[in-house]
Every structure is written in C-alpha cells, then in structure tokens.
C-alpha cells in the first residue's frame, strides 16, 4: 500500500527536530546552535515560520543574506530542513502601506497591526504577497537536497469579518444557491421578517448584527474555513509548481474550532499538527487527538509538528513536564501514527510573548540540563529505531465520528439547553471506548466505513442525507450503529427533518424523538437495566417512540420514568442503538465492553489500568506499543508460551512486563516463542 513509505524517502527515519528561529539570535549563537543540535539528534529544523520582515524588510527588498547562512550551517552540520513560508504574520510595513490586508473582528472593526494570523484571507494583497515570497523561497531553497517538506504559513486561524469578506461571501452564496430564492427558502429567512430582497442586503454574521439565521452563521464558518484554505493551496500551488517533489502541509491545532480540518487534510500531502495538552490531561483525550489527525488522511500517518519538551506558558498553570513524560508522550504520538517527533522550539526567546515558553534550549544555554539530556536521549533512541514504525497503520474495527459542520450546527443551535457541548460529548465516549484497550479511528461525515464492526456518532446532530443513507446500508450489511441523543435533527442547511429527530435515521434506529428534556447541571435521571442496574444520566433526556426498536433499559426518574433510555434496533444483517441521554462514564464502559466482546474485538494485551496498549501494522510487521501513564512502575502479564522482543530496551521479554514509571516498550512478537 502507497502508505508504507516515509513521508519523503530522502529521510527515512522518525523525524526529530522542531521550530528554529536563528532570526531572534545573533549569529554568534548559531555555530553553537549547530553543535547543541548535532548533540541532542535534533536532526529536523523547521526555519523561517515568523521570518517575513527579515526576508522581506521592505516592500522592494529582500535579505536571503541570512538565511543563507543559517541553511548552509545547517547542512554542513548534517540537518534536515523542514522549510517554512513566513507568511502567518505579516510585516508591519504591508499593513502599513495596505490597510486592506488586515482582518476585522466579528463586530466588522478593522483590528491594529500586531500578533499573527492578523491578515484578512481574502484580501488580494495579502494573497499577492503570500504567494510572492512563498515563490522566491522555492526558487532559491528548493533543489537543496536536505529539504524534506514545505511548511506553509503556521496554525491557520482566525475568522474575518472585513468588507472584502463581505463581498466575496456574497459572491460564495450565488454560487452555492444560484438565486436568492433559494438562498432565503433554504435559510428560513421569513422568520421574524428576515428575508432578503437584494443580494447586497446579506451581511456577515457580526456580533452586532445577524445572528439569528443560522444557514448564514453555518455558511459563513463554511467559507471562512474555505477561504484560509483558498490560501494555503495558493501557496502549496506556487511551491509545487518549482517543487513537485518536495511534500507540503501545513501545521494543525486538533479541535481547533474555526477550520474543517477534514476538507484541508485533503488538499495536504501529509497531515501535521501541534500537541499542547494541558499538563494533567487525561491521555485518552491526546490519544483522542491523535487519532483525529490520523483520521484526517484516512489513516496515513502525520508528524507530530510541535510539542514543548517542558513547558507551555499560555495555559492557566503551565506545569513542567514531569521527567519521562516527555518521551510517553513522544511515544503516545508514535503510536497513533506519528512518523516524527519535534518541538516548538529548539531555544527558548528572551523577550516577548513566549520567552516562558520551554525549549530544548533554555535561558542557561546549557546543555547539562534535564530537559536536554532527555530531549538527547530520546533523539538517540529514535535514531535507533530507524524506520521500523514508519508508515504504520493502525488496525482499528471500531470507529467514533466527529464532525466539524455537526460543532458548528450544534454551536449555533439555542435551546433545548445552552451551551452545548460537542466536543466534550465526543471525547466522553471516545474515553469509555479507549478504556477497553483496542485501537480507535476518528471518523467524518464522508469517512469510508466498511472496515469497521461498530461505528459510534455520538451527537450527530447535523446530518447529511448522503451519511443517512451509507449509515443505513452500512448496518444492513451488518454495521453496528450506536447514535446518541440530539442526533439527526437537521439538514445540512441546518434545517430541522420534516417529522423531527432522528430524520432520515428514522427506520434504521427504529423509533422516532417525541420531546426532549433539558436537566439543570446538577439534575441527574437513571439508567435503569432489567436486572436492577442503574447509573446516572443528565443534560438531555429524549422522551422516543419506539417503531421496531426494542427498550434495552428505561429512565428510572421523573414522568417519562419506565420510557426507553437506551434502545437497539435489528436492521438488516446489523443492528443500531441509540442511546437517548447523556450517561454517566460507567455505563459507557460496561456497555462498550460487553459490545466489543461480542464482536470478538478484544485488546492485543490486558494491560493494568493506566497501561495503555497500542498495536500498529506495517505491512511486515506487528509492533505494540506500550505505555504507561502512571507515576507508578507497573507490571504486564505477557502470554504464556510467547516470547516479545522490545525494541527500546533491545532485550526479549516473557511472561511479564516491567515498566517504570511513564515508561514505554515497543514490542513485537518474535517469530519462535
Ligand atoms: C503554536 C505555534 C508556535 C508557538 C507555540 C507555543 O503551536 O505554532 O509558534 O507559538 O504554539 O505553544
Ligand atoms: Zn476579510
């Protein structure tokens, strides 16, 4: 398969490296930098992601003087570079001189000069420029035989809602609904006297002004999201044209809320992103993440772009990473499909926003520090593996759905309770499903589902018919559906199904949504099983009809108690479920792991809670990583009459594994017990 291969076969290793910005330090500092780096297997540099007004200090002039010495010391010192496109912070010169190029706020207001990703997507001079430097960085940089990939601009962000936005998003909206009848039809506009007469009268949906059409509010996230990414593939197209060979991404931010991260992955040779967990995050929710971004490309494997070897500083509390978390982490990467592992930012800046921010180097300058000494190690260790993990594949049967369109819908929604919380829910199942130890996909409304055995959409609010439709056949060839309340309740245009919830969902679920109930935070109803057991549920009760489906357990409280609270339905050779509340994390659980077992899906080892166990396939290969998240040393019963090698401690384990705290093994099962 294509996806056995490294992300460019110049490197064919896990990349380790990260963001370096010698443009904020003498060039007395770089020769050292050289060396720290060739001490620490720093192997990757990631140059020129803020460089612009260094590259470019006037609107006729450039300065590639630089940079130039910095890619020569570079490759004399034998790295790598991952090159970077400047272009997420614009020079003060050219808001100066082109006002046009600077966003504005949801409230229309043209914002200062400052910050990053504080240009207007659609201003043409931005484009112009963006396009232009891009270009002559590919002229001068792009035969270098140590450029592994293009990396455009930095973490894309950040919505417009400037005239030039205005204008093109009406232009958008021609084109997607070809008259203005349709437009107001599909946006339900004759509510409270909104419709619109003439094209001209449609607006943004500004803070102060039109927010109660949530077609626009829908549409206009649509084509925010599409015209950043109108700019990365302006860039991507120049760079490709002089660089057909050298892959192109850019660097994403996981649940990042403005951006369909689905529909950019397409347009991305590779998927990268940047993984910043809050320092006591549960590790299912950054195993959740990486999934995710494994998921964007199907399943091809990503790098790990960013991540601090020590500390945030744009958290509430930035804890330091505890000693060995750095390389579980590392590792928690690799073994949901990272092909690299790299930093933000090789040494640590004196001034500004981010001078509390970790680095490989820190203020000392030394390399006799903690954090060197296990950024070196762990570079070591990943030279050692070579490319025994690359290009993996993760061989999950079981899949959760998320949705950027759905967030959206249900983010605009108002009622039956505010907020709502989309990703919460997502990551609440995702938890339940990686506490039974198998491996998960991240699905999307588009995603191909025929490999797996159970699909769960929690929230699937937001339906497309063409979704309903795959969902349907999928479990009559013996899919197994679970759906959870607020599930099927509007069209893409956000248009609630004629007939109401769960809509086109309707036969395959086999009964159909009467009212919902919306719980205060600390109301809590029951799950009441046939057997006696119960277990909390809250936020949101939906009060369903059964049309075929069977009641597997009821609400125990209030005055729909005895009505049905989880339900399955037999559809075809498959079965689908609907879970019609919000439940406790037990039940989840227990009912996850009753369903897997029933599937046969069981985990490649049982490991102690806390142990997480991860398998990835190359297509000669079987490798388990192993992981231990726990501050204590933990031990792993092995089978019987097997025998394991472990490509970290290179040594052959049987019967049981010891790991010390936060410790890590990568095994793989020897050909002869
Ligand atoms: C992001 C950016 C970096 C840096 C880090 C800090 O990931 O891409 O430039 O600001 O955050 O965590
Ligand atoms: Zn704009």
């Not at 990414?229 to 860039?235: A, P, T, Y």
């Not at 910043?276 to 995710?292: C, E, K, Q, T, V």
């Not at 494994?294 to 505890?322: C, Y």
Request: glycine share 6%.
């Amino acid at each position: 398969m294509s996806f056995y291969r490294p992300i460019n076969p110049r490197a064919p290793f896990i990349w380790h490296g990260g963001d370096y910005n010698p443009e904020q330090w003498p060039p007395a500092v770089w020769d050292e930098d050289m060396r720290l780096m060739q001490q620490a297997r720093f192997r990757v540099a990631t140059v020129g992601v803020f460089s612009w007004v260094t590259l470019q200090p006037e609107e006729e002039r450039y300065d590639f003087g630089w940079l130039d010495q910095v890619i020569e010391k570079l490759s004399a010192a034998g790295r790598w570079l991952c090159l970077a496109t400047p272009t997420a912070a614009q020079p003060a010169w050219m808001s100066q001189r082109y006002p046009d190029v600077l966003r504005a706020d949801e409230y229309g207001r043209r914002v200062h000069h400052g910050g990053r990703t504080n240009y207007c997507p659609n201003s043409p001079t931005y484009r112009h420029f963006a396009v232009q430097i891009a270009t002559r960085l590919a002229q001068r940089y792009g035969q270098l035989p140590n450029l592994l990939i293009w990396h455009v601009s930095n973490e894309y962000a950040t919505p417009c809602y400037c005239t030039t936005c205005a204008e093109k998003f009406r232009g958008w909206l021609r084109a997607r609904y070809g008259s203005l009848e349709e437009l107001n039809a599909r946006w339900w506009t004759r509510f409270w006297s909104h419709t619109y007469t003439d094209w001209s009268q449609i607006e943004p949906p500004y803070a102060n002004g039109e927010r109660s059409i949530h077609g626009l509010t829908l549409d206009y996230r649509r084509f925010q999201s599409d015209s950043l990414l109108e700019c990365f593939c302006l860039e991507r197209d120049a760079l490709r044209a002089i660089t057909p060979d050298v892959p192109i991404t850019t660097n994403l931010m996981g649940t990042y809320p403005h951006l369909n991260y689905r529909r950019w992955a397409r347009e991305m040779d590779v998927v990268a992103w940047d993984c910043y967990p809050w320092p006591n995050a549960d590790p299912a929710d950054i195993a959740f993440s990486h999934d995710l971004n494994r998921g964007l490309r199907d399943g091809q494997p990503f790098l790990l772009m960013e991540q601090t070897p020590s500390t945030q500083n744009w958290q509430p509390v930035n804890a330091l990473k505890r000693p060995g978390v750095l390389r579980l982490w590392s590792y928690l990467a690799v073994a949901h499909g990272a092909d690299s592992v790299m930093y933000f930012q090789w040494r640590r800046s004196r001034g500004s926003c981010e001078k509390f921010h970790g680095a490989v180097v820190e203020h000392s300058g030394r390399s006799d520090t903690r954090v060197f000494r296990e950024v070196s190690e762990l570079g070591a260790e990943l030279e050692r593996l070579g490319d025994l993990t690359l290009g993996a594949r993760t061989p999950a049967r079981v899949a959760v759905l998320f949705d950027w369109e759905n967030w959206w819908a249900i983010d605009a929604a108002v009622g039956p309770i505010n907020p709502k919380e989309y990703v919460g829910f997502v990551r609440k199942h995702y938890r339940a499903l990686w506490r039974q130890g198998v491996p998960i996909d991240i699905v999307f409304s588009d995603s191909e589902l025929q490999r797996y055995a159970v699909v769960i959409a929690p929230m699937l609010y937001l339906l497309t018919p063409e979704l309903a439709e795959r969902l349907r056949h999928w479990v009559a060839e013996g899919g197994t559906l679970i759906t959870t309340v607020f599930s099927g309740v509007v069209d893409p245009h956000d248009l609630v199904f004629a007939g109401g919830p769960p809509g086109p969902l309707r036969e395959v679920l086999g009964l159909w949504v009467e009212e919902t109930d919306a719980l205060y935070p600390e109301q809590r109803n029951q799950i009441v099983w046939p057997d006696g057991r119960r277990y909390a549920c809250g936020t949101l009760c939906d009060l369903v009809r059964l049309e075929g489906a069977e009641a597997l357990a009821t609400f125990g409280a209030d005055f729909y108690a005895g009505r049905p609270a989880l339900t399955r339905n037999p559809y075809g050779k498959g079965q689908a479920f609907y879970l019609a509340t919000d439940a406790e994390a037990r039940l989840l659980e227990e009912w996850y792991g009753a369903l897997l077992a029933e599937h046969g899906i069981a985990p490649a080892l049982r490991a102690p809670a806390g142990v997480e166990v991860v398998p990835r396939e190359t297509g000669t290969r079987r490798l388990l990583f192993v992981l231990n998240h726990t501050a204590q040393p933990q031990t792993v019963p092995l089978p019987a009459e097997q025998s394991f090698h472990d490509h970290l401690a290179q040594r052959d384990v049987r019967e049981r594994l010891d790991l010390a705290a936060y410790g890590v093994a990568l095994l793989e099962r020897s050909a002869r017990a």
